[in-house]
């Protein structure tokens, strides 16, 4: 093989190797670099808000110019498309499926005595405080799940699902999500593994949710309200520390690492990767039941 066979494909463009490399590097920079330069080190709300819009746009544009510019296909491919009603419903049902979610893995750390309920931040802030906060709070999750899902269920599993099979496509899209995200740190390496595979699953579950909708909308729904609970509801994204900074609920955890998580990151328990494996199968299920209505309807 030539270098320019190694390099180029027969419509000369660069391999997809390539391009998602140059992408993925393209996207760090562009994520890391807005915020510093437009939030700054120590940034005041105002600034962090306008941060993250600024992200959305940029991300589009650089999103954008790789589809149409460097891969020549069609920018609806990646399931970025303006939302009908049939897409408002879907990003209904992922907020409120996200949340659910977040809410039972809380009901059952609770139920096992693993956490606890130390506080409420409408005792400290008041009703328009807290309700500013959680807006906030929201929108900063809403711009990260929009560029994230962008990224990763759209452009890229998009040019891995055009050039391998569907299956290494959902794994390698995984992956590649997982290198995007600090798991397991100090908490070595079994919580490494628990991390990888519910950043993996947690993957799946989005791309399964863009294969059945037919666009991200859903994904983005549900991957913002997931963050959003954990952080801004419960307040259970650190294990082991009072994590409930500005949360509607302050919570601790004490329970088995195993179970609430390591140090840095409370995904990386068993109990996430079971209730990631029930969503998955639960929605293939409730899917496949309903197509032999709509299709008689």
């Known amino acids: 093989m030539s270098i320019k066979q ?42 962090n808000v306008i941060a993250h819009l600024v992200v959305v746009g940029a991300g589009v544009g650089v999103t954008a110019m790789f589809r149409c510019f460097v891969d ?55 009703v328009v405080g807290t309700t500013g906060v959680l807006a906030v709070g929201f929108l900063y999750y809403a711009t990260s799940a929009t560029t994230e899902e962008m990224a990763f269920r759209g452009y890229i599993f998009q040019n891995l699902r055009e050039r391998l099979p569907m299956t290494w496509a959902v794994g390698l899209t995984g992956l590649l999500f997982a290198s995007g995200h600090f798991i397991g740190g100090s908490a070595g390496p079994l ?71 390591g140090p840095h990151n409370a995904d990386t328990d068993l109990l996430t990767i079971l209730l990631e494996v029930m969503l998955i199968i639960g929605y293939c299920w409730y899917t496949r039941a309903r197509r032999p209505a709509e299709a008689r309807s």
């Open 191 to 261: 919580h490494f593994a628990i991390g990888l595979l519910d950043f993996v699953l947690f993957s799946s579950l989005m791309i399964l949710t863009r294969l059945r909708t037919g666009a991200l909308w859903m994904a983005i729904s549900f991957h913002a309200a997931w963050n959003w609970a954990q952080d801004y509801l419960f307040g259970v994204g650190v294990a082991g520390e009072d994590d409930y900074h500005n949360a509607l609920v302050h919570v601790r955890l004490d329970g088995p690492s195993l179970l609430v998580g």
């Open 6 to 47: 190694f390099a180029v494909d027969a419509e000369r463009r660069p391999r997809t190797g390539w391009r998602i490399l140059g992408y993925f590097v393209c996207w760090f920079a562009l994520y890391g670099g807005v915020l510093y330069l437009v939030a700054g080190p120590e940034p005041t709300v105002v600034r």
């Open 72 to 126: 020549r296909r069609r920018w609806r491919d990646i399931g970025l498309v303006a939302p009908d009603r049939r897409q408002l419903a879907f990003i209904a049902a992922g907020f409120a499926a996200g949340v659910t979610v977040v809410g039972l893995w809380f009901a059952v750390q609770l139920a096992l005595g693993s956490a606890k309920v130390t506080g409420f931040e409408l005792t400290e802030r008041g």
